[in-house]
């Protein structure tokens, strides 16, 4: 095989020597405290069972879509699929997208025009990230969850406004790393205030918080957001992801947001299996979401018991992080709860600030309480 540039052999080297280099690993048959399975729906079979029959129902038997959304991908399912967010998660519309990736950077590379200025949390998804890096306008970012410091940053920045800049502003309604929630309705309030649109990245919150549909719903804020973006690799055990906005904004996005455009659409089984993930969370997501919550109380209550509660970062989501500094020791502390049978994943710096290493607990409806004892017992004893 050809030999690797130079350039590219010594970014990977450096990788090697901060003990940073990631590796595609196999964790079948381990116990599940890394996956964002929340509620358990991606290993459902009843629900596999489910998608076959709706696509036998509606008589849809191709297997791929067979082109993008805007030539010959858009199969009755999308319709389908589309209504029933808009309506669930009370929008003006939906557009679904291949993935949360794939929306966020559709957005952020094409709303925010040259003129304009983004504002977004300092601990903001890559995807956000990567989409903002791809527009035209200014951006800054403001402390994690810091209203004072959004206030001051936008003040700031009134000198960098022209005629007709629009201001927006982005934060996650459950942080993915910390597991936390900023003051959405404080947020919405000075947004409104300083006429800029807020838009949220729900992904995290999807179909576990607000009466099974996202946080914006729950505080009842809608009409104060931009857009919102909802995923289904998470709670919905699913894969895809979807923008919710004005019919205005869906057809800009439509127009204008190539990773909507270029892609091949989702397959009917996807879409389908993503509408009876839906039917099931409404029918049942109050059982599953109890279970969840019992888990958390659980761990939480563990914690205190093991006198370990000043190392985790303080959440209100599933999501619990333990600081353990350094790459080389938070992957060491992982490793040995995989061989005792525990996945949970080491998160490395670069992915968080040096210092902030950290392993993540991802708490599901289907852990026991056994589990959740046994593995913190084995982190107690060994930090
Ligand atoms: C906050 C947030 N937004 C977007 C994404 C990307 O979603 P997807 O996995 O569907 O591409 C993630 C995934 O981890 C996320 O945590």
Do not use: W
Request: hydrophobic letters at 40%; aromatic letters at 8%; glycine letters at 6%.
């Amino acid at each position: 095989m050809a030999k690797l540039p130079k350039k590219l052999e010594q970014k990977l080297e450096k990788r090697r020597s901060n003990d940073a280099l990631r590796v595609l690993t196999d964790f079948r048959d381990l116990i599940d405290f890394s996956s964002n399975d929340y509620l358990g729906l991606a290993k459902n079979h009843d629900l596999a069972n489910a998608t076959a029959e709706l696509l036998r129902q509606k008589k849809v038997n191709s297997n791929g879509s067979s082109g993008s959304r805007l030539l010959t991908g858009n199969h009755i399912l999308y319709k389908e699929l589309e209504v029933f967010l808009k309506d669930y998660h009370n929008s003006e519309a939906a557009l679904v997208f291949n993935s949360g990736y794939d929306a966020n950077v559709g957005f952020f590379s094409s709303v925010p025009q040259r003129g304009d200025i983004v504002f977004y949390d300092e601990l903001i998804h890559a995807s956000i990230r990567d989409g903002i890096q791809m527009s035209n306008a200014k951006s800054y970012k403001f402390v994690h969850n810091d209203l004072n410091d959004l206030s001051e940053v936008i003040n700031r920045s009134r000198k960098d406004l022209v005629d007709g800049s629009e201001i927006y502003v982005i934060t996650e309604s459950v942080f993915s790393m910390d597991g936390d929630t900023p003051n959405l309705e404080a947020l919405a309030n000075l947004c409104a205030e300083n006429d800029c649109h807020l838009i949220v990245d729900e992904a995290h919150a999807t179909g576990i918080f607000g009466d099974k549909r996202d946080l914006i719903c729950e505080l009842e804020i809608e009409n104060k957001v931009f857009a919102r973006i909802i995923t289904f690799g998470k709670a919905l055990g699913n894969h895809g992801a979807a923008v919710l906005c004005s019919n205005a904004l869906k057809t800009y996005l439509v127009n204008f947001a190539r990773s909507l455009i270029y892609t091949t659409a989702l397959s009917p089984h996807s879409v389908a299996s993503i509408l009876t993930a839906y039917g099931y969370l409404k029918k049942h997501g109050e059982k599953e979401r109890a279970k969840l919550l019992a888990n958390k109380d659980f761990f939480e209550k563990q914690i205190r018991l093991l006198q370990l509660e000043g190392s985790f970062v303080k959440s209100e989501a599933a999501i619990h992080c333990l600081i353990v500094p350094g790459n080389k020791k938070v992957k060491q502390l992982s490793e040995l709860l995989k061989m005792e049978g525990f996945n949970v994943k080491p998160i490395l710096s670069p992915t968080v600030k040096e210092g902030e290493e950290r392993l993540r607990f991802c708490l599901h409806s289907y852990n026991t309480k056994e589990e959740i004892a046994r593995a913190l017992q084995i982190v107690k004893s060994h930090i």
